[in-house]
T-cell receptor, first 112, second 112 residues
Framework: GESVGLHLPTLSVQEGDNSIINCAYSNSASDYFIWYKQESGKGPQFIIDIRSNMDKRQGQRVTVLLNKTVKHLSLQIAATQPGDSAVYFC???????????FGTGTRLKVLA | DTAVSQTPKYLVTQMGNDKSIKCEQNLGHDTMYWYKQDSKKFLKIMFSYNNKELIINETVPNRFSPKSPDKAHLNLHINSLELGDSAVYFCASAPGRNTEAFFGQGTRLTVV
């Protein structure tokens, strides 16, 4: 149904600073996690993923951290740029299923 | 070439009408999805097909009917449209389990 009562959190950061976006996932059986970026008027785009046998994965300017003990994911963006302004979603997938479950999203605003 | 393409991008229609949204993927993926994104950006899975077979059918009104004529296409037909159906609908595809899903650009449906 609708996300009644849920508000889209916003993170505002200065250009050039590092950003950290957090996500609490729901299912302790989930074993694959993805971060997506959604720009205005577009569909979600893959940024980085991580499997449950890892706790850290790095890409270009992005790092994902996974803490399975507390069911927490974070996305770190280094040297945030204006083009990073978007809504960021985490998604989880449980082994043996095809069902991607998305978190509520965080809007990142980069201030000049 | 667009990997996952949806038509139309915008759809404005009156309550009570029946409408369809089409989706095609040229990635050779076996699995396709429909997601609904509400005004608060919450992404909720509706349906999934794997090799033309329905594998996920969330709690969606039966006015919504997906159809997969082949594994490259997944269309969404909506009968008797209601105001609450207004949202952005995203099609996605994935090559299998435990891989990222690729999203289309979305169809903004407005029911008046």
């Amino acid at each position: 149904g609708e996300s009644v009562g849920l508000h889209l959190p916003t993170l505002s950061v200065q250009e050039g600073d590092n950003s950290i976006i957090n996500c609490a996932y729901s299912n302790s059986a989930s074993d694959y996690f993805i971060w997506y970026k959604q720009e205005s008027g577009k569909g979600p785009q893959f940024i980085i993923d991580i499997r449950s046998n890892m706790d850290k994965r790095q890409g270009q300017r992005v790092t994902v951290l996974l803490n399975k003990t507390v069911k927490h994911l974070s996305l770190q963006i280094a040297a945030t740029q204006p083009g990073d302004s978007a809504v960021y979603f985490c998604a989880e997938l449980t082994s043996g299923t095809y069902k991607y479950i998305f978190g509520t999203g965080t809007r990142l605003k980069v201030l000049a | 070439d667009t990997a996952v393409s949806q038509t139309p991008k915008y759809l404005v229609t009156q309550m009570g009408n029946d409408k369809s949204i089409k989706c095609e993927q040229n990635l050779g993926h076996d699995t396709m999805y429909w997601y609904k994104q509400d005004s608060k950006k919450f992404l909720k899975i509706m349906f999934s097909y794997n090799n033309k077979e329905l594998i996920i059918n969330e709690t969606v009104p039966n006015r919504f009917s997906p159809k997969s004529p082949d594994k490259a296409h997944l269309n969404l037909h909506i009968n008797s449209l209601e105001l609450g159906d207004s949202a952005v609908y995203f099609c996605a595809s994935a090559p299998g389990r435990n891989t990222e899903a690729f999203f289309g650009q979305g169809t903004r449906l407005t029911v008046v």
